[in-house]
């Protein structure tokens, strides 16, 4: 455990010094949010009860997550991959499977501060009342970020090189980003783009949340709860299988 503390002391100091991951993982939900409440924060969410500000809270949590499975973990994993550092982890005191969790505990880190400052905002400052249970809210996002990185393992685990990585990634990520409802509202999409959104497992995990912070059903909650345990267990399942350290 010391050896993954002390290699994310030295990964988060490097993660620190990337624009990229600052900028997309905790300035843009940011921004969105702020922009979102000055354009039609107070005005009802399409034929919905809820206001913009209130269905934009729970979806915004995500862009964090998003970021760093979709472009943080299968990114850096390939890239040590092709650099060969995973298999000289093998000759170390620190194992190649320490660097794989270091990884993980960098972006689960860097998420949560982005969804941290994402409700520090939205409270503090937009006068933002969530109706539903915080409890829940927080074991909900757990579970969207857990499906979500096995997606992001799996991915790593099946690009053989750095140049796929960037393209499954690119192609996986930014649809995620802006077709699910993490940064552009869900309810202003046209009815057949929501059908073809909704087949994207963070939707879902959007949805999720929404469900939990406004205290009523969006979508089907209890199915979304099943089918992210179920990604969590075969994702990982495969991640683990395919895995490659060389």
Known sequence: MNKVINLAKIEGKLAI??????LFGIGMPLGVLLLTTMIAGNKQAGN???????????SLLVVGICATAFMGIPLTICDYRDKKILKHFFVTPASPGHL????????MTTAIVSAGFVALVAIVFLDYRMQGNWVLLIASYFLVMIAMYSLGLL?????KNMKIANLVC???YFPMLFLSGAVIPFEIFP?????VASVLPLTQGVQL???VSLNQPVGNPQFVLILLIVI???????????????
Request: net charge positive.
């Open 191 to 195: 009815r057949g783009m929501q059908k």
């Open 170 to 172: 690119s192609l996986v």
């Open 155 to 159: 991915i790593a685990s099946l690009c």
């Open 232 to 246: 969590s267990i075969v994702g990982f399942g495969l991640a683990a299988k395919f895995f490659r350290w060389e």
């Open 100 to 107: 794989i969790a270091t990884q993980v505990l960098v972006a």
């Open 209 to 211: 949340l929404k469900s």
């Open 17 to 22: 010094r990337s624009i990229d991951g600052i």
């Open 48 to 58: 919905t009860s809820y206001t913009f500000l209130d269905s934009s809270f729970g």
